[in-house]
């Protein structure tokens, strides 16, 4: 039985996220073991670096998954690509040591946060951006970030009821970019909450149209209560961008 480490990209447009649901067809781990699964014909289950949200894309997801199979990986990764639908792509398949695990050894993430930031459309990239036509204060927005930079409790920025588990995460950068009419936000850390980069993103574009003073972050991360952050920015923006080990 060998260990497998899988790199995918995908639009996540028309699924329900990357973790399976039950009975509930449309999400992308499901439709990858049972591809798998007809490819190797026998069971596979995929751990990921990460569970990307209904609409939210990937440029790295990495998977991790054991197998019995006569196939080289360039055989495997050669059918994968072959029955794949054209809005999933397999990067790369490699074997990989036995104890490698996709979610358990991932070191770091970045997140990229796409804003079409103009009053007019971008046709081309819209299942990608977020548009804010409105102009924006990007040296708020930076003095924002930086408050919220560091090892923090962000129960204020994330939509998960659970109390019982840590909401501590360790953001190591928020990184504004802007390239033309698209400001590009980048957010590295250990880990995220559910729905947690979205937050932070709402929360920051509030900053940027004078909604909010960069103060407020400590006052918010200090609240631990989700209402007083900002609104949950849609799905479609968010690419999963690199994962590190």
Known sequence: MSNYKLILSYEGTRYKGWQRQGN???AIQEKLESLLGRILEQPVELAASGRTDAGVHARMQVCSFHAETALSPAALLEELRR?????IGAVSLEEA???????LNCREKTYLYRVWNSPGPNVFTRRFQYRVPEPLDEAAMERAAALLCGEHDFAAFCSLKNGKKSTVRQLRSIELRREGEELRIYFTGDGFLYNMVRILTGTLLEVGLGLREPEDMARILESRDRTQAGPTAPAAGLTLWEVRY
């Open 83 to 87: 029955f794949l639908p054209e809005d």
């Open 97 to 103: 040591p036995p104890r490698f695990h996709a979610r």
């Open 24 to 26: 509930t067809a449309g």
